[in-house]
Nanobody, 120 residues
Framework: VQLQASGGGLVQPGGSLRLSCAAS????????MNWYRQAPGKQRELVAR???????NYADSVKGRFTISRDYAKNTVYLQMISLKPEDTAVYYC???????????????WGQGTLVTVSS
């Protein structure tokens, strides 16, 4: 299984970006899907989470500006980001809890990261 993240780039403050992360390979089911980020010199932090049932959670710093969603048929998770701020600059990583074969237990997978730079 591979997670391929895309959609990062350079955007001005106040701008928008949408990140995507698709799981490829043998996937039986996906439980929770998450977006993390790591800014230079800082620890990786959880930005948003979406469960298999569609429940979502967000870091306080992004509530009201970021929206996580998923396409179950495409095994893809999205992060729509609006009103971006310079402090949102970071490498964004997707993460998913995936079962490749039933009844094997789920395994945690990580994408390669995509850089988001918010600057004028």
């Amino acid at each position: 299984v591979q997670l391929q993240a895309s959609g990062g780039g350079l955007v001005q403050p106040g701008g928008s970006l949408r990140l995507s992360c698709a799981a490829s390979g043998i996937v039986f089911s996906i439980n929770t899907m998450n977006w993390y980020r790591q800014a230079p010199g800082k620890q990786r932090e959880l930005v948003a989470r979406i469960t298999s049932g569609g429940s979502t959670n967000y870091a306080d710093s992004v509530k009201g500006r970021f929206t996580i969603s998923r396409d179950y048929a495409k095994n893809t998770v999205y992060l729509q980001m609006i009103s971006l701020k310079p402090e949102d600059t970071a490498v964004y990583y997707c993460n998913a809890d995936i079962i490749t074969h039933s009844p094997l237990p789920s395994v945690d997978y990580w994408g390669q990261g995509t850089l988001v730079t918010v600057s004028s």
